[in-house]
């Protein structure tokens, strides 16, 4: 899914800076956004401002590596190499532990055995089910599947420590392997608005809004309104969990708050016109619950809510949403019919005939996967 982005464009009036943000504000609390410009060879130590007027943050949630890029994997071209590096060291190992069975930790087992089925694969949770997030049966099938091809699930197991080659469990069980891939304790982030003494964070350091998704004060009470956050990164009032859908939304969200807001001078009269998350795009209290778990090249679970698809159909449906949405997000005009119409009806049928199940919010993807070693 990765590809390389534009630096600018005058016709649609951007410009994409490479670089590390620092602040949000000055000294003064004044809109001046400061950052230390980045490059594939060095990193500049001379600092840079930007006034603005909004900010979004939308900085994601970072895996350890290989699983998310290094610091050093600026540009596509370095995390090509660090991809064919990671590739040649799992090629050389015969045995491989996979801490996580969450959904980043199942499909990186299951595509290690889909493609080297000689080698010994042991997948590690500490909870009694795979991908706690879905419904149970998407866990019980991913767990036959693994089972069926060799992979070691060890579930309800507690870790102390973990290397590169070996896991300590927590009564003193120590398991060896070539390779060991942490797929668990992804980390918003969120270091920007840690820095920012106005802002308030979850314990899980994910940045609190309200359902406008602008940014929460340390009191809870005022909202920081320059500043939206969405995605990974945020935690909004509805608790969702951590998936690509709920992100697109929510950036939906806050751009247009950031249009509505740009075009009233007076920003607070305008507050309560602002789009509300999910109510005003998703016409409902609760956004579904819609997602691809894929195992291996040929087989996965397609879910829509308590509606599962498992098989063939789903390792398909998985191809043709990666397709579509590159070409989306290329602005290619059959990636944007595409997306636009299949938003449209997944939230429609979500509201009126595929129902989320209730109390299916887990409280968040990220809080999910660090109870897991806790």
Not at 46 to 52: L, P, R
Not at 226 to 238: H, K, L, M, N, R
Not at 312 to 321: D, E, T
């Amino acid at each position: 899914m990765a590809q390389p982005l534009p630096a600018s464009s005058k016709a649609q009036n951007f410009q994409r800076i490479q670089g590390k943000v620092t602040s949000l504000v000055d000294s003064n609390n004044n809109k001046i956004l400061t950052y230390t410009p980045t490059s594939q060879h060095a990193t500049s130590q001379t600092a840079k401002n930007i006034k603005y007027d909004y900010v979004v943050l939308a900085t994601g949630a970072t895996y350890t590596a290989p699983i998310s890029p290094t610091p050093q994997e600026l540009t596509l071209e370095y995390r090509l190499k660090g991809w064919q590096a990671a590739h040649q060291c799992l090629e050389k190992a015969k045995t491989v532990i996979v801490l996580g069975g969450g959904a980043v930790g199942v499909e990186l087992a299951a595509e290690i055995v889909d493609h080297y089925p000689d080698k010994q694969v042991t997948l590690l949770d500490g909870q009694w089910s795979l991908v706690p997030i879905f419904p149970k049966y998407v866990g019980d099938y991913a767990l036959r599947w693994l089972e069926q091809r060799g992979v070691q699930v060890k579930l309800g197991q507690s870790l102390q420590s973990w290397t590169n080659t070996s896991c300590t469990l927590q009564d003193g069980t120590v398991l060896q392997a070539d390779m060991v891939y942490v797929c668990f304790g992804s980390k918003p982030n969120s270091d920007i608005a840690q820095h920012q003494p106005l802002c308030a964070l979850t314990n899980q350091q994910t940045v609190v809004v309200d359902d406008t998704l602008q940014v929460q004060g340390v009191n809870h009470t005022c909202a920081l309104s320059s500043i939206f956050a969405c995605g990974d990164v945020a935690s909004p009032p509805t608790h969702d969990e951590k998936q690509a859908f709920q992100a697109e939304i929510q950036g939906k969200v806050a751009a247009r708050n950031v249009l509505k807001l740009l075009s009233n001078k007076n920003n607070n009269s305008n507050k309560g016109e602002l789009y509300r998350y999910p109510e005003d795009i998703a016409g409902s209290s609760k956004m579904p619950l819609v997602f691809v778990l894929s195992l291996g090249r040929y087989d996965g679970v397609l879910g829509f809510n308590t509606l599962l698809v498992p098989g063939s159909m789903a390792a398909i449906a998985k191809w043709l949403l990666e397709y579509t949405k590159v070409l989306h997000m290329k602005g290619m005009l059959l990636g944007q019919l595409i997306w636009k119409l299949g938003d449209a009806v997944v939230l429609f049928l979500s509201r009126t005939l595929v129902l989320p199940a209730s109390g299916s919010s887990s409280g968040g993807f990220e809080q999910q996967e660090r109870l897991k070693v806790a």
